[in-house]
């Protein structure tokens, strides 16, 4: 899995200047007609079919700029809205087309158009009038609707609804399938237990004179009369039936106010104070008036914003899930439009629109433009002017597609469910359309910030109906190590099946043996794993075949890890897979394990069959005189632990040579290096670190934590000079040391100090790090090199979530943290639970030896993102109470999260 949009380029040209990209079909086409493209200046307009391609004969203006381009008249006529004209392209039978051009009044230029309903077209000026035209048919024109003069628009958006709760009526005098109907009472009867025919044979309860009321019983649970029949389909929302639609017009004006008219009679059934501050709900004014902010409130916290583009559409299942985008300034809002039926007009809707809550950070960071390089004074040209591009069919997905400076998919599944998924591979996209031919079915076509068209299409095979975009890879058995192996590109998986074993060991350790034992065949023997190595390739995401590594029986993988070791016999380093095992025969005999060292060989495939390149080849595997519990590896050493002791090998051709060891703890269940630190994680003794010179070949001892832990994962946390160790234990603590030998506890740097902890919640069992994002454009103003050198501390929790763990600066740690400190007070809690008493460890200040005071906490990411959820009004009283601006505020999450985009 991974968290952006990795799209599939089908094709790829380069075109300078696009500003927007329209694709269209008509009714009854199968793949899009037409893929008209504008720029400053000019259209090109390109016909679709087996190739993309210039188009001479085409009915669309091409020496001006587009501002809308698509279908009316059902899907049959083409329509484009330049800056100060329409022009509508008519069939003909004689001549093939009638083009004809509507101009607006003298003076007024277009700023946007619409279309909705298939027969309707609304145009916005630059002064804010809104024209609103409506197909006719008879005399195949357009021709103005507007009953009322619309003036001081600032965005506009029409909308067909097929959920049913755009109405004004009641749910009680609705008739409609979907809408709320208000439960009755339920009458709760007592309901004896009647046992089946099989119970009587083998209990004899059942008797005769129960069949009567048994049969009765059945009846009563298998059989409905029509009205009860009729209230079942109402409650349970019945898809299969069809649905009414309404068409509706939304309107936010120049004062922010959003209005909702009722087409065609163009009458206000909907009307909202402000959105400007993006509140969690939105309400008519005549419902709910008295919880309205105040004016002079929002005049304060959105001094320089203002509402950009407005969206009003239904996704989900048949698209019965009305939601609404609202842009202000280079922010996206999002809301859920539900039944609200409270207000004492019965003329209007009663609906109001609920926030969704959800983690995108659209914008780019806002530097003073005299302090920026002069590549970036030309920013505003890579982003887009429209922004909201909705899509039907990508993928067998419906959405909208955000293009901001860091681009989302908003997907809605069949289970009516928002899905955001970011794709920020090619940087800001400016332009955006579903797109469909031949060579790419269910696509899309978008145009990027490296001045490039792109025909593209979502992986094939992958589910974006999670948090994160995801594929199944089918392995045999239960997955226990997974590891890259970087020369061969391929992943080496070790798996365990399980089988009933018969078998029981005897014997000491030198000599085994085994005896058959042979129960009744009813007897249910215990399941014994058996433990294979297999490949899967990442280019289709398949297990190779033929090639796997069985393990004997008995035996179990502690340990694997494709490590760079080198040769005594070679020059440079090589890639092996590394596998550690224990023998485990029972309690009576004692543990022995295996060290195991396979080659991956990458040779010449046979025809047509490319996957037969890959090869197994074992080389080193010999008995250890312990259980072999972990491994790791450094400056091309293997690094194991082996009973209570610490090896480090060399690889001389096919042997293992030992050059140093040391004695550890109780059990050591994990190793990590960096450079030649190690870092052991003991299961009873917590953590400490080790140092291995290759010059004296010497394993010493760094230090150590005296404290006792059950110690879960441990891993290096890297942050430019500095270097701290996360520990994670058995009662869900997040604890991170530190080698301070000028502490005063540490006792010249023996002991590890104790500088943060926090408590997560869940058992954390794997770490690893990755190195901090610097791909994204804010990279290089908020310090390039700096993140090249700083790692995030990624973990995995048994519960199944992934987490990450990175180190801060300590000014943005002190506004972090009264930010969480504030949210904590001013948010509720969910469920009555406080999240700072829930972030604080459970480990207490009495089962430690060290006697640190006043540790930090780490600060919660969650409580974090609250800050986002608030509208701006209360955005703004908090940042008020920290002494800071906004701006200032949102930037410190924008670089946590931008640095932590890995996948």
């Known amino acids: 899995m991974h968290r952006t949009i990795r799209p599939d380029v089908v094709a790829s040209f380069d075109l300078h200047g696009a500003e927007n990209i329209w694709t269209l079909r008509s009714s009854g086409a199968t793949y899009h007609e037409y893929v008209v493209i504008t720029t400053v200046g000019r259209t090109a307009v390109f016909q679709s079919g087996e190739e993309i391609s210039e188009d001479v004969e085409h009915p669309f203006r091409v020496d001006e700029r587009t501002i809308f381009c698509g279908l009316i008249n059902d899907g049959r006529t083409p329509v484009q809205v330049t800056r100060f004209h329409v022009r509508i392209a008519c069939a003909a039978a004689d001549s093939g087309a009638v083009v004809t051009e509507l101009e607006l009044a003298e003076g007024e230029e277009i700023a946007f158009a619409t279309e909705g309903g298939g027969n309707r077209l609304a145009v916005l000026t630059t002064l804010g009038k809104l024209w609103l035209f409506e197909w006719h048919s008879a005399t195949d024109s357009l021709i103005p609707s507007n009953h009322r003069e619309l003036s001081n628009i600032a965005a506009v958006s029409f909308f067909t609804d097929r959920s049913g709760i755009f109405t004004s009526s009641l749910p009680r005098d609705v008739g409609t399938i979907d809408m709320e109907i208000e439960p009755e009472k339920p009458v709760l009867e007592r309901m004896e237990s009647i046992p089946e025919p099989e119970e009587d044979e083998l209990y004899g309860l059942y008797s005769t004179q129960n069949e009567k009321s048994d049969n009765t019983h059945r009846e009563k649970r298998f059989t409905r009369t029509q009205e009860e029949l009729h209230q079942f389909l109402q409650e349970e929302r019945v898809n299969a039936m069809l649905y009414g639609s309404s068409e509706w017009l939304l309107v936010v004006h120049r004062d922010s106010t959003l209005s909702i008219f009722s087409l065609p009679d163009l009458v206000v059934v909907f009307e909202a104070s402000s959105i400007l501050h993006a509140p969690r709900v939105i309400h008519d004014v005549r419902a709910l008036d008295q919880l309205s902010v105040p004016p002079e409130l929002i005049d304060s916290a959105c001094a320089d914003m203002r509402i950009r583009e407005v ?36 003329a209007r809707l009663r609906i109001s629109f609920s926030k969704v809550k959800h983690e995108m950070l659209t914008r780019e960071r806002r530097l003073k433009r005299q302090k920026l390089p002069k590549e970036h004074m030309e920013v505003d040209d890579r982003l887009a002017k429209r922004h909201l591009r909705p899509f039907h069919d990508i993928g067998g997905y419906s959405g909208v597609f955000l293009c901001f400076p860091y681009s989302f998919f908003v997907m809605a599944t069949d289970r009516n469910v928002l899905r955001f998924h970011p794709m920020v591979v090619d940087g800001p996209i400016k332009a955006f359309a579903e797109f469909s031919n031949a060579s790419c079915a269910a696509g899309f076509v978008y145009y990027n910030s490296r001045k490039q068209i792109r025909v593209a299409q979502l992986e094939p095979g992958w589910n974006y109906d999670f948090n994160w975009p995801m594929t199944k890879i089918r392995v045999p058995g239960t997955v226990h190590h997974l590891s890259y192996h970087l020369e061969c590109k391929a992943y080496v998986v070790c798996s365990s099946l399980f089988y009933p074993e018969k078998r029981m060991i005897i014997g000491g350790v030198d000599n085994v043996e085994e005896e058959v034992v042979e129960r009744d065949p009813r007897f249910v023997y215990p399941q014994a794993p058996r433990f294979s190595l297999h490949l899967i390739t990442p280019d289709e995401w398949q297990l190779v075949p033929e090639v796997s590594y069985q393990l004997p029986d008995f035996e179990h993988i502690t340990g694997m890890k494709v490590l760079a070791l080198r040769n005594g016999t070679e020059t440079g380093m090589k890639e092996y897979v590394v596998m550690a095992s224990n023998m485990s025969y029972g309690e009576d005999v004692q543990s022995r394990g295996r060290l195991i060292l396979i080659d991956v060989l990458d040779l010449i495939p046979e025809p047509d069959k490319p996957l037969t390149r890959f090869k197994m ?9 312990g259980p072999v519990t972990a491994i790791c590896g450094v400056n091309g050493y293997i690094v194991s632990a082996i009973g209570q002791k610490i090896f480090i090998w060399t690889l001389k051709g096919a042997t293992l040579v030992g050059v140093a060891f040391l004695d550890t703890q109780i059990y050591v269940h994990q190793l990590t290096a960096i450079k030649d630190l190690i870092l052991v994680a003991d299961i009873q003794r917590s953590t400490s670190i080790l140092r291995f010179q290759e010059k004296y070949r010497t394993l010493s001892l760094v230090a150590s934590d005296p404290n006792q832990m059950h110690t879960y994962a441990t891993e290096f946390c890297v942050d430019n000079q500095n270097l701290t160790v996360a520990v994670t234990d058995i009662r869900q603590d997040l604890h991170i040391f530190q080698f301070d030998p000028d502490y005063y506890f540490s006792s010249f740097g023996n002991r590890l100090v104790r500088r943060m902890e926090c408590n997560l919640g869940q058992y954390v069992t794997n770490m690893f790090r990755f190195h901090c994002a610097a791909w994204y454009p804010d990279a290089e103003r908020v310090g390039h090199l700096a993140l090249t050198k700083k790692h995030v501390t990624m973990f995995t929790t048994l519960e199944g979530a992934v987490g990450c763990y990175v180190n801060i600066p300590e000014k943005t ?40 005071g006043n540790i930090k906490t780490v600060a919660d990411g969650k409580v974090l993102s609250l800050f986002m959820e608030l509208d701006y009004t209360e955005q703004h009283e908090v940042a008020a109470k920290i002494g800071c601006v906004v701006d200032t505020l949102v930037e410190e999450l924008l670089d946590i999260d931008r640095q932590t985009s890995l996948f």
């Open 617 to 625: 080849k074992e080389i080193y595997a010999e008995e250890q005189k």
């Open 311 to 346: 969206l009003l559409l239904g996704l989900g299942s048949r698209g019965t899930q009305p939601y609404l985008f609202v842009v202000i300034n280079e922010d996206i809002h999002v809301y859920h439009a539900v039944p609200f039926h409270y207000g004492r007009d019965g």
């Open 813 to 852: 740690y002190r506004r972090v943290l009264m930010i969480e400190t504030i949210l904590s007070n001013h948010c509720n809690h969910r469920a009555g639970l406080s999240p700072r008493l829930y972030w604080n460890a459970k480990t207490s200040a009495d089962e430690r030896f060290d006697l640190v």
